[in-house]
């Protein structure tokens, strides 16, 4: 079954949310599968705003978080709890926006390209923390409390699923 995302034309964000999110819910709501689930958030963030790089590292359970399914070029395979934007909103438990990169103390440079971040922790339905959603973009400070809000959102609707 093919899937299609209607995304407004328009360049205010959260407007492009309020209609995007709930495409999403609807899309990942008959789906167990988390892969899948994962896969298809990726590709739809992606395809809606154009970010340089969107996907999620999970909780391996082995004091790093492992590469989960994403859009957008390579990518570090293994994070440390302890390291990067995505390790310290993994320890932190709380959603980090980065507006320059270049500034993150112990930022892990996947790529150069990358300029600014937002990380979001991702739970599963006990409340405990199992992953990470991580959006790059190749612009400075593209991220705000707009992408924040919406995001959480998301994964909360997520998080009943994992």
Same mark, same amino acid.
């Given at each position: 079954?093919?899937?299609?995302?209607?995304?407004?034309?328009?360049?205010?964000?959260?407007?492009?949310?309020?209609?995007?999110?709930?495409?999403?819910?609807?899309?990942?709501?008959?789906?167990?599968?988390?892969?899948?689930?994962?896969?298809?958030?990726?590709?739809?963030?992606?395809?809606?705003?154009?970010?340089?790089?969107?996907?999620?590292?999970?909780?391996?359970?082995?004091?790093?978080?492992?590469?989960?399914?994403?859009?957008?070029?390579?990518?570090?395979?293994?994070?440390?709890?302890?390291? %990067?934007?995505?390790?310290? !909103?993994?320890? /932190? *438990?709380?959603?980090?926006? +980065? #507006?320059?990169?270049?500034?993150?103390? %112990?930022?892990?440079?996947? !790529?150069?390209? /990358? *300029?600014?971040?937002?990380? +979001? #922790?991702?739970?599963?339905?006990?409340?405990?923390?199992?992953?990470?959603?991580?959006?790059?973009?190749?612009?400075?400070?593209?991220?705000?409390?707009?992408?924040?809000?919406?995001?959480?959102?998301?994964?909360?609707?997520?998080?009943?699923?994992?």
């Amino acid at each position: 079954m093919a899937e299609n995302l209607y995304i407004p034309e328009t360049t205010e964000r959260a407007k492009i949310y309020e209609v995007v999110i709930p495409q999403i819910e609807a899309l990942i709501s008959s789906e167990t599968d988390l892969i899948a689930n994962l896969a298809n958030i990726s590709a739809a963030l992606k395809q809606a705003f154009g970010f340089y790089w969107v996907g999620f590292y999970m909780d391996n359970q082995a004091g790093e978080l492992l590469l989960g399914p994403f859009q957008g070029p390579i990518a570090c395979t293994r994070i440390r709890y302890d390291r %990067g934007v995505c390790g310290h !909103s993994f320890s /932190s *438990k709380q959603t980090v926006i +980065v #507006p320059n990169v270049d500034e993150f103390p %112990g930022h892990i440079a996947c !790529s150069s390209a /990358s *300029k600014s971040e937002i990380v +979001v #922790p991702m739970f599963n339905p006990k409340g405990e923390i199992c992953g990470v959603l991580d959006v790059d973009s190749d612009l400075l400070n593209d991220f705000s409390e707009v992408d924040k809000i919406w995001l959480e959102k998301l994964l909360k609707a997520l998080g009943t699923k994992i």
